[in-house]
């Protein structure tokens, strides 16, 4: 098993798994509309993933974007999706991803990653605890939907 930064030469097969990452969380599966999405990140050079493999297939990802902080006048990630395909689930696929995308902030020299997670996903939260992430509990997370 392996982790390195996904490349456009992936895109068919990580429009895959992302297309399979939105039916997860509700969304009607749309190949058309995850390979768009992740072409124009990688176009616009917007986002930074990471993806894990075995056997050849691309099992994982993890999704970056980059942040400001404006009182810290530094920069900072946002971690915003982070998938394993379920048969390759409870082998350290996940941590595998999030420690490569700690290593890779830490060189860019990034204050810090930020993640929101659902307040149902218990084995999330104790991966990321485990991991080093606090629990925000000063702030709170407003959301203006515009669409």
């Known amino acids: 098993m392996i982790v390195r930064r996904a490349t456009e030469t992936d895109l068919k097969q990580l429009a895959i798994l992302f297309d399979e990452y939105r039916q997860f969380y509700g969304a ?7 390979y768009n999405f992740l072409k124009q990140r990688f176009e616009n050079k917007e ?16 999704l970056l974007y980059l942040g400001f902080s404006s009182l810290a006048c ?24 999030i420690d490569t995308a700690i ?11 930020s993640l929101e997670t659902q307040k ?9 605890e485990k991991m080093g992430f606090v629990r ?9 939907f515009l669409k």
């Open 28 to 34: 009607s599966s749309n190949f058309s509309e995850s």
């Open 47 to 62: 986002s930074v993933i990471f993806i894990h493999i075995k056997d050849d297939a691309i099992t994982g990802f993890v």
């Open 74 to 97: 530094s920069t900072y990630y946002i971690l915003d999706d982070v998938y394993v395909t379920p048969v390759y689930r409870r082998q350290g696929s996940a941590k595998q991803l």
């Open 103 to 113: 290593l890779f902030a830490r060189h860019e020299n990034a204050l810090r990653i």
């Open 120 to 128: 149902s996903n218990y084995q999330s939260h104790q991966l990321y």
């Open 136 to 144: 925000d509990e000063e702030f709170c997370t407003y959301h203006c």
